[in-house]
């Protein structure tokens, strides 16, 4: 694609960072204090960025969570941020740490609980029913 010229590039308006900022940016610390007590809808139908593209994501952080086993009917994929995780299962366990993937099967029943002192925090990307597509706009 060729580079556009100054004549073109004025035709082509720019959007205010009110425009952009509320519906397309998730801040981390927003994420870290809105998840306190239960995790933060990120991306999703209801979420702070809204959108349809097949799949939700939550951000957890060390309040989010109770110590109960939980089973979700969808695949999950776990990617934690700041600490270290403790996932278990019936007959196992394992630690996740920042910049690890973790993918459970739909159904799979776990816990999963912060294994240290201090800042926790990690994405859960769940599977959903909805087709992916191109960027949903409504609300």
Known sequence: MPV????????IPEPAALDVIPR???????????????????IGC?????????FDVEFITRG????????ID???VLMPMRGHWKLSWDGGSSTLNPGDTCLLPAGHAHT???SMTGEASL????SND??????WTGR
Do not use: F, W
Not at 64 to 71: C, D, E, H, V
Not at 123 to 126: A, P
């Open 64 to 71: 989010s969570l109770t110590n109960a086993s939980i089973s």
């Open 46 to 54: 209801d979420a702070i960025l809204p959108d349809k593209p097949g």
């Open 130 to 135: 909805d087709a992916a597509g191109p960027t």
């Open 74 to 76: 969808h695949s999950v």
């Open 123 to 126: 994405y859960r990307v769940i």
């Open 112 to 114: 999963l609980q912060p």
């Open 4 to 11: 556009l010229s100054d004549a073109e590039l004025a035709k």
């Open 24 to 42: 397309h940016v998730a801040r981390y610390l927003d994420l870290m204090g809105l998840a306190g007590k239960s995790p933060a809808k990120v």
